[in-house]
């Protein structure tokens, strides 16, 4: 008796983890594996046994062959974190259907974390010892998994072999209210499907198309399923509603579908363990035409794919296969966005960076921020040489400014660093608090269960975006830490520059870490650019008593820009 309550109390210090999952599948099996009798049965094992401090993970709809579930990885950054010491589920099958996952969860991965593992039914507790079974329950459960795998997939030929739906209608059509396995046109989005084919028609290419729908503040697919209310699958984080890719216009132009025509299996799954699909081949598509009505008529979709066949994707740049050095370096001085490498096509000796979201290019930027590639090459080179003269001029001078620069800097930020990470603590801490208060007051009957799921989400939703801040804080003090020695390093990188005064790829990602580039300002031979280069380990260098690095070029007939690179 003593020893079992030294136990439970052992495993009071940190979070007890309730852990609940049920997908479609497991509805064969009966109303016994539903979220609800998950919890009763976890709760009331928990209180029996005195864990206490207990907090619900719960996945619904989830498979159990894929891992890759919400509140299971978010549980599994909780136990990274150290605050969970117990994890309790129903029975094996619940933590998944994957013997070789599950075991090395249940043998190596709490273990290693020091996490008791309980599953009720199964009678399995780590803090017994092995349990001798636990690994023939996991195979038996794959083999459910294997068998329910086999069964959907042999439903789901013959239902698309009959003529039903295999997919969610495409853009443009929407579920029939009284039938779901019929399609009907959807009137907003098919105007868009209608006009879309109308430009390809006028010649108008991909690109070209998705630009005049963001100018007409069409909403994208995603956005427009949203808008409706419907949970559709595919990327929901697009920052802006109305930016069409020219990939989705080159997908709506292909699709079949349009002309009234189902098709099924146009994609496959290698196993039942993996859930990536894969693009079928032509001779395993399943079709049947005129199976719904069309949005667009069998000629004009004949035209279009025509005119797709005759257009030919432009060759790709050769440059003997390697990209400009400064690649990857230089943004935006004004928006924050990278430059892209460009290349005059009339004059191919001529190569330019412009910005990557300049509004011409359907982005925000309202300037181009170019720079020529030679004309940069040239000031950072001389830049470089700066540095180098003034190193071999005076290197303990040049010492003490790095380590006054870093010193000074590393301060500054790490003072904002620990006093933001020192209010993420505390939050965090006051977060695990109240909700060990509501999991009290929902206990004593003074709030509602659905009240207390309210705010426990509220509280886990929170508490997931302090862990994350937290980790990104430490790491980023980490990071200062290492830059101690810094100054070591910048001076040997210097060095290696002045053996070779040249500048390759190597030398210059070695030397620096980021370079923003400002746009021209001035008109005639008066036009100034300045860049500001942030060198690796240091940041922005200001060298005293030395002149201002520039260089200027004659970029067209009576019009020369002059660039300055300063220290910020």
Known sequence: MQTKTKKNNKNQIGITALYCRLSRDDGVEGDSNSISNQKKMLAKYAKENGFDNVKYYVDDGYTGTNFNRPDFQKMLDDMDMGYISTVIVKDMSRLGRDYLQVGYYTDTYFPDRDIRFIAINDCVDSADGENELAPFRNVMNEMVARDISRKVRSSHRLRGNAGEPLSQPPYGYMKAPDNNKKWIIDEDAAKVVRQIYSWCLEGKGNE????????????????????????????????????????????????????????????????????TRYQNDEENLVIFKDKHEAIIDRDTWEKVQELISKTKRRAPKKENGEKNMFCGLLYCADCGSPLWFN?????????????????????????????????????????????????????????????QKTNKDMIRERKALECTLQTATARNNEVSRLYEHVYEDNVNGKITDERFMQLSNKYDTEQAELKKQIVNLQEQLARLDEMKTSKDNFIKAVRRFMEIQTLTPAILHELIDRIEVHHVVGVGKSRVQQIIIHYRFVGCVEIPDAPQATHTQDTRQGVSVTYEAIAG
Request: net charge positive.
């Open 208 to 275: 070209t198309i998705s630009r005049l729908l963001q100018e007409s503040e069409t909403l994208v697919p995603m956005a427009y399923w949203q808008s409706k209310g419907l949970n559709r699958g595919g990327k929901k984080t697009q920052p802006n509603p109305y930016k069409w890719c020219k990939t989705t216009v080159a997908k709506t132009l292909a699709r079949r579908e349009y002309t009234g025509d189902l098709v099924n299996f146009k994609t496959t799954s290698k196993s039942f363990k993996n859930k």
């Open 343 to 403: 290349v005059c096509h009339p004059n191919t000796s001529i190569q330019y960076f412009n910005c990557s979201n300049y509004r011409s290019a359907r982005g925000t930027c309202p300037t181009t921020h170019y720079i020529r590639a030679d004309s940069l090459e040239q000031i950072v080179l001389c830049e470089l040489r700066r540095l180098a003269e003034y190193l071999t001029h005076d290197e303990e001078a040049f010492a003490d400014l790095l380590e």
